[in-house]
T-cell receptor
C-alpha cells in the first residue's frame, strides 16, 4: 500500500529564508505525487504535482519540488519565504486501484511559520 | 465560476443526532471524495465515489454514510454511531480519465457535536 511520511509537524523560518519541507513516499508502482497547501479554516489548494517526465516540478507561488526515485523523496522548496506562505502543507501520493478508481494518501501535514 | 460548495461552514449538533453535510460541484467531475481532518492527523478518507450510484468505503467509514444520486452531489451523513464526530470535513472532486488529474477541494464544514 502507498504511504507518505512528513517528519515533524512544525517548521519555522525567517522571512526571506529558504523553505524546505520534506516528504518521503512508499509506492509499489511509479508514483504520482502532489503537494497541497491549506490556509486556516479553508480547503486544500494544489501547489504542484509530479506524474512523469521532468523530475523538477515548478508550482504556484514560487514553490518547486524534486522527485528523487533513489531516495523515494519529493521535497518541497522555495528560495525565499514570504509571510503569506504561513500555512499547512500536505504531501500526497496517488493510490490507483485495479478497478480504475484512484484516491490520494496524505501525509500528516507540516505547519509552516514565517517569522518577520 | 466552477467549484465545490460545502454548506454550512459551521455546524453544531447534539450527541445522538444524525447530521448531513452537503457537497455540490459544478466542475462536471465524475469522482468525489469525503475526508475527515483532525489536528496532527492529516486527511483521512471516509468514502469516495467514481461514478453516479456507486461508492466505496475509505479508511474510516464506520459511523458514516453517503449517497451519489446525482453527478454533482455527494452528501455525507454523520450518524449517531460515529463515536467522535467533531472534526473538520472536506469534500473533493476529480476529473477521471487516462491522464493524472488532481483533486479539487471545497472550503470544508466544521462539525461540533456536544
Amino acid at each position: 500500500a502507498q504511504s507518505v511520511t512528513q517528519l515533524g509537524s512544525h517548521v519555522s523560518v525567517s522571512e526571506g529564508a529558504l523553505v524546505l519541507l520534506r516528504c518521503n513516499y512508499s509506492s509499489s508502482v511509479p508514483p504520482y505525487l502532489f503537494w497541497y497547501v491549506q490556509y486556516p479554516n479553508q480547503g486544500l489548494q494544489l501547489l504542484l504535482k509530479y506524474t512523469t517526465g521532468a523530475t523538477l516540478v515548478k508550482g504556484i507561488n514560487g514553490f518547486e519540488a524534486e522527485f528523487k526515485k533513489s531516495e523515494t523523496s519529493f521535497h518541497l522548496t522555495k528560495p525565499s519565504a514570504h509571510m503569506s506562505d504561513a500555512a499547512e502543507y500536505f504531501c500526497a501520493v496517488s493510490d490507483r486501484e485495479a478497478g480504475g478508481s484512484e484516491k490520494l494518501v496524505f501525509g500528516k501535514g507540516m505547519k509552516l511559520t514565517v517569522n518577520p | 465560476d466552477g467549484g465545490i460548495t460545502q454548506s454550512p461552514k459551521y455546524l453544531f449538533r447534539k450527541e445522538g443526532q444524525n447530521v448531513t453535510l452537503s457537497c455540490e460541484q459544478n466542475l462536471n467531475h465524475d469522482a468525489m471524495y469525503w475526508y475527515r481532518q483532525d489536528p496532527g492527523q492529516g486527511l483521512r478518507l471516509i468514502y469516495y465515489s467514481q461514478i453516479v450510484n456507486d461508492f466505496q468505503k475509505g479508511d474510516i467509514a464506520e459511523g458514516y454514510s453517503v449517497s451519489r444520486e446525482k453527478k454533482e452531489s455527494f452528501p455525507l451523513t454523520v450518524t449517531s454511531a460515529q463515536k467522535n464526530p467533531t472534526a473538520f470535513y472536506l469534500c473533493a472532486s476529480r476529473r477521471t480519465g487516462l491522464a493524472v488529474y488532481e483533486q479539487y477541494f471545497g472550503p470544508g464544514t466544521r462539525l461540533t457535536v456536544t
